[in-house]
Every structure is written in structure tokens, then in C-alpha cells.
């Protein structure tokens, strides 16, 4: 196990082709009512470049000790800068931000109290507020994970992204991100987690999410959606295997919508109708009926639903 400075929290941001935005996530960690942290900004540009350039400048800028630069020796993606911030953090406590998303000012202190509140936690999750710039339409989702979720977070996503923080001591158990995987690598490292530890929730928003559809996000593939979850289930035979029949309808069903969202944000409707009719086959729902409707429609429309009746 290795070692961390009690009651600090660690903030891995890695950042990649963001100067615009990565000012506005940095100041989002730095003014948090919770100080006891480092800020620990990845570099994921390759060294030299000039993005490299601007980054060395925007860093050097701010004059606060609890800001530091990594740089990786070449550009990877996402779950390696996240992992070689993870390797350098002194914390007890280990959170992530991405370079284009920000924190309310509140976020680590609520997490922090939650922890404090039962030494079996080891993981925090927040609502997060998401935010379609481009449609001008925003709206907010709770996790409801608390206690032992380990089965539940088989079958569904129930902590959320990577607005949950984490205490070190389980990621020296569990590893860090799958850096194979092209999406999804949240997702399963919860499942590593929550195998060996309690969580919890604050059952408020506390991260700003920004989706621009139409820009690179991984998001934006859904094909890499696909794949993930084919080896995600592979990885995790044993334990999917374990599962009850109704249980692995709901995660089938869980699965084919999330791509079927993934599909209508990238206006593939034909991709999206047929998960609409696997996820139909597998647990029919009013949610499904829902998406089937939506999917008729541009994607603005289903925000607007998400919006109105939190499906």
C-alpha cells in the first residue's frame, strides 16, 4: 500500500488540447471551501508542441503553491494521464476533474464529510449538473449508490463518472484506469471498487458538466461505447456470470439504452432504433418507450424530456 498525507485530497485534471478552457476547471479546484488539497494538472500533449508551450505559461501564471505540472512523456489518452497523476498524488483521498468541466465551490467538502461519517466508505459520488451549451438546455442527475453496491453496479452505471473521489488506499488495491479500454474506463474501475468497499452519495450537483456535441469528445463514438462494453463484460465474466437472470436482463437493458442515448447524440437514429428495440426485447419500460419516441426526433428533444421527467 503506499503511503498519502492524511486528509488531503489529490485533484487529477489531465488536459489535452484545452487551453480555452482549462483556466476556468483550475480555478473551479483552487477556490473549493475545502483547501486542503493539490492540484496535480496532467499533461497530455506530446512535449514540445505548442500547446506544451501554453500550458508551462498558463501554470506559471497562477501563483498558488498547490499547483503542479506532470507531463507525460508522450500523448496517450485520458486514463494514462489520469493514472500518472494518481501515481504522483500524496493525498488520502483522490479526486478527478476534466480540463473542460468545473467544480461547485462546495463539491470536496461535501464529499470529505461523507467520508468522515463511516470509515468503511471509500467512495464518494456527486449529482452532476449536465450542460448542453450548444441546445442551451441543462439538467441534473443524482447517483443513488450507497452502502454495498457491489451487484448493483453490474448491472448500471450507479456512481456516475469521475466527479466520485476515492480513497488511495483502494486504488493501491484495486490499480488505477484501464488504459485499454477506449471509453468507458470510469465505469470500470467503479466496478473494481465498489467489489471491496462501501459508498456513498451526496445526493446533490456538484459538478458542471459540459457537453459540445459536435466537438471530439469520446463521447461523440459511439462505436467506442460498443467495444468497451464488449470488454468490459469480458474482463468481468466471473462476476457478471454470478448474476441472476432478471439481473442480467436489467443490465442488458441498461447497456442497449446508454448506447442508444450515444447513437441519438451522434444523430445515427437508424443505430439508435435498433438498441431502442434490443432494450424493448430484453425489460420492456416506460423509459424505453420514451427513447423509442425521442428517437424520431433531434437529440435536443430528448434533453428536453430528460429535463422534464428525469428519465
Known sequence: MGEYISDLVSVIMPTYKRADKLKRAIYSVLEQTYDQIELLVVN??????????????????????????????????????????????????????????????????????????????????????????????????????????????????????????????ILDEVGGFDEKLRALQDYELWIRVCQCTKVATVEEPYLNYFNYRGTNQVSQVTQNYEISFNNISKKHFKLIGGLTCNDKKQRDNATYLLLANKAMRNSDKKRAFKYILKALKTKPSVKTVVYGLMAMFDYKVLLKARKMIKI
Open 44 to 169: 497530455d500533449n506530446d512535449p514540445g508542441d505548442d500547446y506544451s508551450n501554453r500550458l508551462e505559461e498558463l501554470i506559471s501564471s497562477i501563483d498558488d503553491n498547490r499547483l503542479y505540472l506532470i507531463h507525460q512523456s508522450k500523448h496517450k489518452n485520458g486514463a494514462a494521464a489520469r493514472n500518472a497523476g494518481i501515481k504522483e498524488a500524496k493525498g488520502e483521498y483522490i479526486a478527478f476533474l476534466d480540463d473542460d468541466d468545473t467544480w461547485i465551490k462546495e463539491k470536496l467538502e461535501k464529499q470529505i464529510k461523507k467520508f468522515k461519517s463511516d470509515s468503511e466508505i471509500g467512495l464518494v459520488t456527486t449529482g452532476v449538473y449536465y450542460i448542453y451549451s450548444n441546445e442551451k438546455i441543462t439538467y441534473e442527475s443524482i447517483p443513488k449508490a450507497n452502502g454495498d453496491v457491489s451487484k448493483e453496479i453490474l448491472i448500471s452505471n450507479c456512481v456516475g463518472g469521475t466527479q466520485a473521489m476515492v480513497k488511495k488506499a
